[in-house]
């Protein structure tokens, strides 16, 4: 920790979009620290370069292409999973989650006939599995149509994707479950939103607020 606390702000973001500290819920202590010192102005300042910077560096090549995630932007191998497709057209076109495995980075692609665009980028918080046996994925890059909704989380469950959870400003959860995300409508829907979710998801996320309480805290200031 103390060697993460020695580092600037800037370094600190770059970490999180690059997955350069394994223990992602440490790194963002860190920064949750730093916040205290520096002010949130600067911490918001610093993910914004750390976003545009990763979004021009190793990023580029990754915003669009065919098919969806075939190798890691970070790893480099192709040890990838597929976890689920919503909004499911006619056609077969959706958006699909992605996911290294190696680096637990989410890529929400859409997809269109065989171009995939991203949708959101995503970085897992916390061990495999470790909210109520789910993963919870912070989403660092997501569509303007989203931004009012923002910090969103996403939740793998037993390599499904189950759901998207945005915190407001209080950290009271709203749910949106990947089961209502039909052919039609899209996450920026507020009516798709709902207070309540299933006992187990309910759960994942009472998890997520009590070990990962610093990442949401910065989540809400940088939004
Ligand atoms: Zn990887």
Same mark, same amino acid.
């Given at each position: 920790m103390s060697s993460l606390q020695e580092k600037p702000l800037d370094k600190l973001a770059d970490m999180v979009f690059n997955v350069l500290w394994q223990d992602q819920l440490e790194l963002w202590a860190a920064v949750r620290k730093k916040m205290d010192s520096a002010g949130s102005d600067a911490v918001r300042t610093a993910f914004e370069g750390a976003r545009s910077r990763f979004l021009s560096g190793p990023f580029k090549d990754h915003l669009e292409v065919r098919?969806?995630?075939?190798?890691?932007?970070?790893?480099?191998?192709?040890n990838i999973e597929k976890n689920g497709l919503a909004f499911?057209?006619?056609?077969?076109?959706g958006l699909e989650f992605n996911q290294c495995?190696?680096?637990r980075v989410g890529l929400l692609y859409s997809l269109q006939s065989a171009k995939a665009r991203l949708d959101t980028y995503a970085i897992a918080l916390?061990?495999?599995?470790?909210f109520n046996k789910m993963s919870i994925y912070w989403d660092a890059i997501v569509p303007d149509s989203l931004k009012p909704f923002q910090p969103l989380y996403e939740v793998i469950d037993e390599g499904k994707w189950i759901a998207t959870v945005s915190y407001d400003r209080n950290m009271v959860p709203r749910f949106l479950p =990947?089961?209502?995300?039909?052919?039609? =409508?899209?996450?920026?829907?507020?009516?798709?939103?709902?207070e309540q979710a299933s006992p187990g998801l309910t759960e994942a996320v009472n998890a997520l607020a009590a070990s990962a309480k610093h990442q949401i805290e910065v989540a809400l200031v940088i939004r």
């Open positions: 098919w969806g995630m075939s190798i890691c932007m970070h790893c480099n191998d192709d499911v057209a006619p056609n077969g076109d495995l190696n680096c916390g061990k495999p599995n470790q =990947t089961e209502s995300m039909v052919f039609g =409508t899209s996450r920026s829907d507020s009516a798709l939103w709902k």
